[in-house]
């Protein structure tokens, strides 16, 4: 598959810049790097964004996510290697990235609500809804996967 277009190109100061400034806000927003990257690469397996999925499961791999983890992704909830936040958290992901199939069901948004406070719900949904703006872009315009390098550092335990 070609790429069509290259979106940083065509429109750095506009599009490109404006999509990045939420990134930018949602990496910033106290929510775990780690669990960022898991929500990046669910919504990512949804929409089928291999761009995506390259550039996330990387990142994770830099954030020092195991490779188990990444591969069970797919099936999480067939799996016991995830907490009942990240759980939340990609349940969560799931009901947004298909909205217009599960207008995100009242047990989804309680157990949600149950990991994550007010002001964290929030900024889970704007990740969400972050990616799959990227997503929709990458598949739309046939980003091609496979040069993307990590430049994360691993995250230390905080106490």
Known sequence: MEARLNLMKVAPKGAYEAVAALQRYVNSSGLEHTLLQLVEIRASQINGCAYCIDMHTKDARALGESEQRIYLLDAWRESPFYTE???????????????????????????????????ELVNLSLAVSAINTWNRLCVAFRSQPGEYQSQLKPQTASA
């Open 85 to 119: 936040r990240e759980r939340a958290a990609l349940e969560w992901t799931e009901a947004l990235t298909l909205v217009a199939e599960s207008h995100v069901p009242d047990e989804v948004y309680a157990s949600a609500k149950k990991q994550f406070s007010p002001e």
